[in-house]
């Protein structure tokens, strides 16, 4: 039970640091963001390190894992963020999320083609759920909200003319294809990261994983250092709104936090009750940005669908089909048909 509170947790934080970033960057840049989540990431693995007394596995990485993990730290930490904020900023979390959660079967890709493991029967319904979903979100995105002057219809008395109501204002119109295209971008970099953790950790063998998380975020953070020298870059960071400061501190903080509780979720139960839960971020992401982004969001039927069968799917993907069906005492043909490997080993 304690490993399923942790994974609910961690969910629950997940989306809550989406949400917050995404108040953020409604007025501010992603630069600001970033400028503060991402050295603030690092602190955190240096302080979980430190805590667990695994300090001097720091000098420990061999040269192959040291460079597995920069680079995983650059292109997850640096790119997939910034593409997930900006991402965010364009067209809502409501419809970034099941987008960037394409993350799971693009990783499941990537492991068939250069691991060779094997993808089931169950995978590929998995995948093309979560695929459904990220479309289905986008039906209806185009026309954004709307809201009409309170005093469209004017007093009794008045003309036809007069009493027609002006067309409504649009308060959040989304950019669907730019913001599709980031998040597209934002999920091939999450979900290749992790292939690059495991290079890592393959070539370093019961090294702690907080040590190679600050391994990798001490290159984001030097990575992020160069983008700096582009000019203008340290111009928007130093004109960050005072307002958006908290939303900005509470996204970096929430993110460790949420890692935190991954960690401590995986340590306490198996993958196979953590993993369907952490997918629940979806759904919790619908009910916090209707909570404080209600101006800045799509929120209609598709986008309900979708998430929730974005979730369906990635818990598909991401489960061990023989676990699954051995759970579940599905019929032996049915399960037969499940596991029917499709590609791998």
């Not at 001097?56 to 680079?71: D, I, K, R, Y």
């Not at 913001?179 to 992790?194: E, F, V």
Request: with cysteine; aromatic share 10%; net charge positive.
């Amino acid at each position: 039970m304690l490993g399923v509170l942790y994974a609910a947790l961690g969910a629950f934080t997940f989306a809550l640091n989406n949400v917050t970033m995404r108040r953020g960057v409604v007025s501010g840049s992603v630069l600001q963001g970033m400028a503060l989540t991402v050295p603030i990431g690092g602190l955190s693995f240096l302080v979980l390190t430190i805590v667990f007394g695994e300090l001097h596995h720091l000098v420990l990485f061999p040269m192959a894992a040291l460079g597995w993990l920069a680079c995983q730290g650059v292109v997850h930490f640096v790119f997939g963020r910034y593409c997930n904020y900006k991402s965010n900023q364009m067209m809502g979390v409501n419809l970034t999320a099941p987008v960037v959660q394409l993350q799971v079967p693009f990783a499941m890709l990537l492991a068939v083609v250069l691991m060779h493991e094997r993808f089931t029967a169950l995978q590929a319904i998995g995948s093309a759920l979560m695929l459904g979903g990220s479309f289905i979100t986008q039906s209806n995105a185009g026309q954004g909200k709307r809201t009409a002057p309170a005093a469209a219809l004017g007093p009794p008395g008045r003309s036809q003319a007069e009493k027609r109501a002006p067309e409504p204002k649009p308060t959040f119109q989304p950019r669907v294809f730019s913001g599709y295209l980031l998040g597209l971008g934002a999920a091939i970099c999450y979900g290749s990261s992790p292939l690059m953790a495991r290079e890592a950790f393959l070539h370093a063998p019961g090294i702690s994983t907080a040590a190679g998380g600050c391994v990798a975020y001490a290159a984001a953070t030097l990575f992020f250092l160069l983008i700096l020298l582009k000019p203008g870059a340290s111009s928007d960071i130093g004109s960050m709104k005072r307002e958006n400061l908290p939303w900005f501190l509470a996204s970096a903080v929430l993110v460790a936090i949420s890692q935190a509780f991954v960690y401590a979720s995986l340590a306490a139960a198996p993958l196979m009750v953590v993993t369907p839960i952490l997918q629940l971020s979806l759904v919790f992401r619908l009910f916090l940005s209707q909570l404080i982004n209600r101006e800045h969001e799509v929120m209609n039927s598709a986008v309900v669908i979708g998430a929730f069968t974005a979730v369906v799917g990635s818990i598909l993907v991401a489960l061990d089909t023989d676990e699954l069906t051995a759970f579940l005492q599905l019929p032996s043909w049915f399960a037969d048909f499940l596991r029917y490997r499709l590609a791998g080993r």
